[in-house]
């Protein structure tokens, strides 16, 4: 079975800095694109930032020129690095993948990670 666990989360104070990390498993072919997402109490889930196999990035508004997205693809690995957080930062951020195992493509989520900066 494919499987994504987040990895990273934690307490910090405003202005500092997290790494997180969302490592994949299982008879995975191909990855198309992955991302991570945020959601909040209380509001919907959010897109932060995306990346293609081919390097291409996406970014939220809220989240340009302070969280960089990367990818390994020989390791299936893709990371969030967030600079300069703030308290509106604070989320459960969700790994997403489209992947491909055996003949099927489809998207494929993380459990999720908890990022809390403190005010």
């Known amino acids: 079975q494919v499987q994504l666990v987040e990895s990273g989360g934690g307490l910090v104070q405003p202005g500092g800095s997290l790494r997180l990390s969302c490592a994949t498993s299982?008879?995975?072919?191909?990855?198309?694109?992955m991302g991570w997402y945020r959601q909040a109490p209380g509001k919907q889930r959010e897109l932060v930032a995306s990346?293609?196999?081919?390097?291409?990035?996406n970014y939220a508004d809220s989240v340009k020129g302070r969280f960089t997205i990367s990818g390994d693809n020989a390791k299936n690995t893709v990371y969030l690095q967030m600079n300069s957080l703030k308290p509106g930062d604070t989320a459960v951020y969700y790994c997403?993948?489209?992947?491909?195992?055996?003949?099927?493509?489809?998207?494929?989520w993380g459990q999720g990670t908890q990022v809390t900066v403190s005010s």
């Open positions: 997403n993948a489209d992947l491909v195992t055996g003949s099927r493509r489809g998207d494929y």
């Open positions: 990346i293609t196999s081919g390097g291409r990035t």
């Open positions: 299982g008879s995975i072919l191909s990855i198309y694109a």
